[in-house]
């Protein structure tokens, strides 16, 4: 089955220790992307990815990190984790940038 | 800057039909596309408008006008299962990769 996956689906972790959150896709997309979700200001990127050890930043990359090491694997860093850093994230992977299939999210709580 | 607009809640009837806009200012365009996302759940594509002018997909129809930066959603014959948020999405550079969301639209159907 053609599908994004997410580990950790839920996470509770306090203010500055270093946690990984990974996505995997099995459809051999070359773009893959990190969104994070509030109320009321929808998905915002994070970074996004063309291929393999390409990477780009989005709109709110500050206090994360992305590697692209193989083309399946896309996982989002957060060396130091803040409370404002709480939020649901979704990882998503489309085959040239166009449609996007979404991870089913996880959800971070930071004490 | 870059900017997606569009309502934050629609209340429509069971069987009725519902037009839900959105209008966008930003850098680049691409294309734009609809997503659906019902509550805890991750974003399904609906739709990807590149040119001007009307998608029709079953019950759910697209609009787009390059020229004036707006598009709509048109939703005919509501069923329930419909409530879920519309999530407004433009490619904003002719890579694809940067991917712009509105806030969403929580549509809510009743019977």
């Known amino acids: 089955e053609a599908q994004v996956t997410q580990n950790p689906r839920y996470l509770i972790t306090v203010t500055g220790k270093k946690l990984t959150v990974t996505c995997s896709q099995n459809?051999?997309?070359?773009?893959m992307s990190w969104y994070r979700q509030d109320p009321g200001l929808g998905l915002r990127q994070i970074y996004y990815?063309?291929?393999?050890?390409?990477?780009d930043k989005g709109d709110v990359p500050e206090g994360y990190k992305v590697s692209r090491k193989e083309k399946r694997n896309f996982p989002l860093i957060l060396e130091s984790p803040s409370p404002n850093q709480t939020s649901l994230y979704f990882c998503?992977?489309?085959?040239?940038?166009?449609?996007?299939?979404f991870g089913p999210g996880t959800r971070l709580l930071v004490l | 800057g870059q900017n997606i607009d569009q309502p934050t809640e629609m209340t429509a009837t069971e069987g009725a039909i519902v037009q839900i806009n959105c209008t966008y200012q930003?850098?680049?365009?691409?294309?734009l596309f609809w997503y659906q996302q019902h509550a805890g759940e991750a974003p399904t594509f609906l739709s990807y408008?590149?040119?001007?002018g009307l998608e029709e997909k079953g019950r759910f129809s697209s609009f787009l006008s390059r020229s004036k930066g707006y598009s709509y959603l048109l939703l005919k014959e509501l069923q329930m299962k419909d409530s879920a948020s519309y999530l407004c999405?433009?490619?904003?550079?002719?890579?694809?990769?940067?991917?712009?969301f509105g806030a969403g639209t929580r549509l809510f159907v009743k019977a």
């Open positions: 998503a992977s489309s085959f040239q940038g166009e449609t996007q299939y």
């Open positions: 408008n590149v040119l001007d």
């Open positions: 999405a433009v490619s904003a550079d002719t890579g694809g990769f940067k991917t712009i």
């Open positions: 930003t850098s680049g365009f691409n294309g």
């Open positions: 990815s063309m291929n393999v050890e390409v990477t």
């Open positions: 459809m051999n997309h070359e773009y």
